[in-house]
């Protein structure tokens, strides 16, 4: 059976600094990976989704996620932190076959001045 | 992008009464449409799938007597609460995607639902 697992409820970084949210997934076939996010009281917004091609993927507000299939791992990284960052980040996993996506238990990411 | 949205963002309902919840998508024509609920500090819980002109598949442990779904354009979906309670309090956020397996699931801004 698929799931995913997000280490750490809570993830705090200073602004500017490297964010590394980790996702990690089992699935017996090739996923589909994804990253959201959501903002207080909204819903949810793609940041960037794997689809079996490049294996790093860009995604929006200066996101990037790297599919290692090894480790089974979709971690999530910005370079620099912003303010406008916090929020709670949400990794999903979908198979091929199946249309429902399997989530995670969420990050939230708490950025320090 | 496609546009996914709820109506109403908020909604304060007495205890016994129903609510409903609409989830439209603006841009294209949603086949599929997800009912999902959200408790404080949690994930999301699929409560429902629906496709347009059938009835919806229900998850296991929720009652379809109470969340009534209804799918009956391509584009609009509804979900009932009969009956409220307050522990049906939450945030409802549904999703619609063009299709079922390869298809992208796109989000609605969420209904926050309270029950007093």
């Known amino acids: 059976a698929q799931s995913v697992t997000q280490l750490g409820s809570h993830v705090s970084v200073s602004e500017g600094a490297l964010v590394l949210l980790r996702c990690n997934y089992s699935?017996?076939?090739?996923?589909?990976l994804f990253w959201y996010v959501q903002y207080p009281n909204q819903g949810l917004q793609l940041l960037l989704k794997?689809?079996?091609?490049a294996t790093l993927v860009k995604g929006i507000n200066g996101f990037e996620a790297e599919f290692k299939k090894s480790e089974t791992s979709f971690h999530l990284t910005k370079p620099s932190a912003h303010m406008s960052d916090a929020a709670e980040y949400f990794c999903a996993v979908k198979e091929d076959s199946n249309y429902q996506l399997i989530w995670g238990a969420g990050t939230k990411l708490i950025i320090k001045p | 992008g496609a546009v996914v949205s709820q109506h109403p963002s908020r909604v304060i309902c007495k205890s016994g009464t129903s609510v409903k919840i609409e989830c439209r998508s603006l841009d294209f024509q949603a086949t599929t449409m997800f009912w999902y609920r959200q408790f404080p500090k949690k994930s999301l819980m699929l409560m429902a799938t629906s496709n347009e002109g059938s009835k919806a598949t229900y998850e296991q442990g929720v009652e379809k007597d109470k969340f009534l779904i209804n799918h009956a354009s391509l584009t609009l979906s509804t979900l009932t609460v009969t009956s409220a309670h307050p522990e049906d309090s939450s945030f409802y956020i549904c999703?619609?995607?063009?299709?079922?397996?390869?298809?992208?699931?796109?989000f609605g801004p969420g209904t926050r639902l309270t029950v007093t």
């Open positions: 699935s017996s076939v090739p996923p589909y």
């Open positions: 794997y689809t079996s091609a």
């Open positions: 999703s619609a995607s063009a299709g079922t397996i390869n298809y992208e699931q796109y």
